[in-house]
């Protein structure tokens, strides 16, 4: 336990100018949440419409995430150079153009074509996150700049429910139950009136989704902030040889804290893309079922997340988050060894409890690796952003692994990665005082 509770009653958790900001900011974590979970369905919904394999399909996080590391670097320029806000306005702008490309990709009806819309998406995404993340630490005290993202992101898993839930009612009943070795032995016209099908209904809740991010985009746009936030979120001239990015990524590389933070990043985002991608797989394979049946477990979990988030939030004002994190990050690990020896129900049970380690793990990572950055938070961010690759690159590897050995020896993979943000956990106590 520490004097944090103590200390952070005694100053305001968000600024009171900025408290409607932060309401509107919380709707966009919401959003981005809803998205990465419909998401994650689309793995199996592609392998079954395009009968691939479990490598294949796995490039549908290889698009989303990958996206994410490329639009993040870009995303910091634009808060430099203008605003948070303007990163904010621009992300949401560029995701509901991913979400509206998902009907010509569903006219098309190819899988390139879904995978450029996704890309695109989260692309909107990484630059909205990117923005978001830092400017909800910088809405109030330094000493409360974690738990305040603690309680930010707690609202994501509302979307992430949301997600998986429009992924259960409107994409996976829609999915035809034909295997793959009927569909092979279909006439031409009768499968693609199947898959014409299954892709409409996979376009539906994304354009759907537009819509929503349109209204969010409008109600941000309108807010005024404060003219002294204003003034602070852009570099003075005088700084900007200081504030360049040459110097300051030469700043960050130096720092410990937040050199080892993007990669305890890279494979936190790697294990909670992973356990969740293949959730489905593993129940089918411990426990058999449709696939819609299956998701009933993932969205367990999500439920769970939801939950945890808020417990989480409450438990860093206590105790110290970096030691929350490393003894999270450890259950995490011991799960995953459970559910790749054990592949029944308590099995699938440990998978849905992972939730619980992966519910502190993000919004810690990353205010415990840019605490006390400053202005260097701008670019920091963005590193920290695109270390979620790691959820393009290592379900590739368990897809594989699935294809090999099967779902259950895979989570060993998600294990190793939650080991690494352990380490880094447990490091931190000693060069960051939280």
């Known amino acids: 336990m520490n004097n944090q509770k103590t200390e952070t009653s005694k100053t305001p958790f968000v600024y009171p100018n900025m408290k409607l900001a932060f309401v509107l900011l919380v709707t966009c974590f919401t959003a981005w949440g809803v998205a990465a979970n419909m998401t994650d369905?689309?793995?199996?919904?592609?392998?079954?419409?395009f009968t691939m394999s479990n490598l294949e399909s796995a490039l549908v996080q290889f698009a989303y995430y990958g996206a994410y590391f490329c639009l993040a670097l870009p995303a910091a320029f634009i808060n430099?150079?203008?605003?948070?806000?303007?990163?904010?306005l621009t992300g949401l702008g560029l995701?509901?153009?991913g979400a509206l490309a998902f009907y010509p990709a569903s006219v098309s009806m190819t899988y390139g074509a879904f995978l450029v819309a996704l890309f695109i998406l989260a692309a909107g995404l990484s630059i909205l996150e990117t923005s978001a993340n830092p400017f909800v630490m910088a809405m109030g005290p330094k000493l409360t700049a974690t738990r305040r993202l603690n309680l930010a992101q707690a609202f994501n898993p509302v979307g992430t429910n949301i997600g998986v839930l429009l992924a259960a009612t409107l994409i996976l009943p829609n999915l035809n139950p034909a295997t793959a070795e009927q569909r092979a032995t279909m006439a031409p016209q009768a499968l693609y009136a199947i898959q014409q099908l299954e892709l409409d209904?996979?376009?539906?809740?994304?354009?759907g989704m537009a819509f929503f991010l349109i209204i969010i985009w409008i109600m941000i746009a309108l807010v005024k902030l404060p003219k002294s936030e204003k003034v602070a979120e852009k570099v003075d001239p005088a700084d900007k040889q200081y504030?360049?990015?040459?110097?300051?990524l030469g700043r960050l590389i130096k720092l410990p804290n937040y050199r080892w933070g993007v990669v305890a990043q890279f494979f936190n985002v790697a294990g909670q893309t992973c356990t969740w991608t293949?959730?489905?797989?593993?129940?089918?394979?411990?426990?058999?079922?449709?696939a819609t049946h299956a998701s009933d477990y993932l969205q367990y979990s999500l439920m769970i997340f939801l939950v945890s988030r808020f417990v989480m939030t409450w438990l860093i004002g206590i105790f110290r988050p970096t030691l929350l994190l490393g003894i999270m990050a450890l259950l995490g690990t011991a799960l995953c060894v459970y559910a790749a020896i054990n592949p029944s129900i308590s099995g699938v049970w440990a998978i849905v409890m992972i939730s619980v380690s992966l519910s502190l793990m993000f919004p810690t990572i990353y205010g415990v690796a840019l605490n006390g950055l400053g202005k260097d938070a701008k670019f920091g961010s963005a590193g920290l952003v695109m270390a979620i690759l790691g959820g393009a690159i290592?379900?590739?590897v368990q897809g594989g692994v699935i294809d090999s050995y099967g779902a259950?020896?895979?989570?060993?993979?998600?294990?190793?990665?939650?080991?690494?943000?352990?380490?880094?956990?447990?490091?931190s106590m000693k060069r960051v005082k939280d």
């Not at 209904?201 to 354009?207: N, R």
């Not at 293949?278 to 449709?290: K, L, N, R, W």
């Open 201 to 207: 209904a996979v376009m539906m809740p994304y354009v």
């Open 408 to 427: 259950a020896v895979s989570y060993i993979v998600p294990g190793i990665c939650f080991l690494v943000v352990a380490s880094y956990g447990f490091s």
């Open 243 to 248: 504030y360049g990015f040459i110097a300051t």
């Open 278 to 290: 293949f959730t489905i797989q593993y129940v089918q394979e411990a426990m058999g079922g449709s």
């Open 95 to 97: 995701a509901t153009l």
């Open 80 to 88: 430099v150079r203008f605003s948070y806000k303007t990163g904010v």
């Open 41 to 49: 369905p689309l793995v199996k919904v592609f392998s079954q419409i």
């Open 394 to 396: 290592m379900p590739v």
